[in-house]
């Protein structure tokens, strides 16, 4: 399995308020626009707001809702001992914005940040 990137749709509503997107994705939006070769080298799917979040929940249960998130694949770990990942029983997860650049950045050989 493929690492896989989870986050919002641009475009969504809370209540009667919006059109709103996501701000934590936009760095990662970024990354994937300067280095177009990640998208093939990971999953990305884009997600409806409104919790419960099905597509994450499958993945990392109920209690890890936040996007975006990065989920390892099988067998997978951080080259980076920098960035910090979660578990799920055996299902490792990034679900802070950037610690998921790092990762993308130095997982998959692409330019790193200076911030």
Known sequence: ????????RP?????????FY????????????FFPQL?????VEYIDAQRPRKAIVDLIGEANQSAPVLVLGAGRKPVDDSVEFRMHGQT??????????RYLSSQY???HSTS
Do not use: N, W
Not at 22 to 33: F, K, N
Not at 92 to 101: C, L, T
């Open 109 to 111: 050989g692409v330019a």
């Open 92 to 101: 490792r997860f990034v679900d802070s914005p950037d610690h998921i650049r």
């Open 39 to 43: 998208r093939s080298q990971i999953d």
């Open 22 to 33: 996501c701000g934590d994705a936009v760095a990662i939006e970024g990354l994937l626009s």
């Open 1 to 8: 399995m493929k690492d896989k990137l989870l986050m919002l």
């Open 11 to 19: 475009g969504f509503t809370q209540g009667l308020e919006g059109p």
